[in-house]
């Protein structure tokens, strides 16, 4: 079974630009997270899709927003991009709701200049 | 909110030695742990899990160990090869209810393998 994949790998925007990644999950998995990876603040939740609804959301600011097809591929988005949004993004999936273990993908390395 | 405590941050061993990383989490509800091995570039990679209905945890050269009392949780490398040299990342989460689906992770351990 092939992991799961994003795109793009790498990106780099200017300050006030907006951004979309993408995820696609594993094959037959139907849940979506996202995470945000930064040195300083480590591996942070940003939100959870399940069958095309947010289920959960993390302590980010609404300039971070997502959303889950009914392939249940997901896309996230930033607008009006910081400086601090510098990150690597982490996109994860699981089969269902009754599932434990999560599988990550190799994540969007985002730089904003 | 849940909290995840990990220690050491940095972890050197010989190879061959065993490796020890320690967890604390602050959530009672807290019902699942997985331990994840993130290489240079990639993503976190899931190595080894354990419930809180159950104490212990081995595959091959890994296992895990719960103290549900202490809410604490330890990852232990045997054997340690240099494949091993990675960050390891604990987590914790209560089990995946409705709008609980989300991981709290560790700060995260850097494991060198000395050859």
């Known amino acids: 079974k092939a992991g799961v994949t994003q795109t793009p790998r790498y990106l780099i925007k200017t300050r006030g630009q907006q951004v979309t990644l993408s995820c696609s999950p594993i094959s037959g998995h139907r849940s979506v997270s996202w995470y945000q990876q930064t040195p300083g603040q480590g591996l942070q939740f940003l939100f959870e899709?399940?069958?095309?609804?947010?289920?959960n959301k993390g302590n980010f600011p609404g300039r971070f927003s997502g959303r889950q097809f009914s392939n249940s591929r997901s896309e996230m988005n930033v607008s009006t991009l910081e400086l601090g949004d510098s990150a690597l993004y982490l996109c994860?999936?699981?089969?269902?709701?009754?599932?434990?273990?999560?599988?990550f993908g190799p994540g969007t390395r985002l730089t904003v200049t | 909110g849940e909290n995840v405590e990990q220690h050491p941050s940095t972890l050197s061993v010989q190879e061959g030695d065993s490796a020890v990383i320690k967890c604390t989490y602050s959530d009672s509800a807290s019902n699942y742990f997985p331990w994840y091995k993130q290489e240079l570039g990639k993503g976190p990679q899931l190595i080894i899990d354990?419930?809180?209905?159950?104490g212990e945890k081995k595959d091959q050269r890994i296992a895990v160990t719960l103290n549900k009392t202490a809410k604490h949780f330890s990852l232990h490398i045997t054997e340690t090869q240099p494949e091993d040299s990675a960050v390891y990342f604990c987590?914790?989460?209560?089990?995946?209810?409705?709008?609980?689906?989300?991981?709290?992770f560790g700060t995260g351990t850097r494991l060198t393998i000395i050859p």
């Open positions: 987590a914790a989460s209560n089990g995946w209810s409705f709008g609980n689906e989300k991981l709290t």
């Open positions: 899709y399940f069958s095309e609804t947010q289920r």
């Open positions: 994860a999936s699981k089969s269902d709701s009754s599932s434990y273990e999560q599988y």
């Open positions: 354990i419930r809180s209905n159950v």
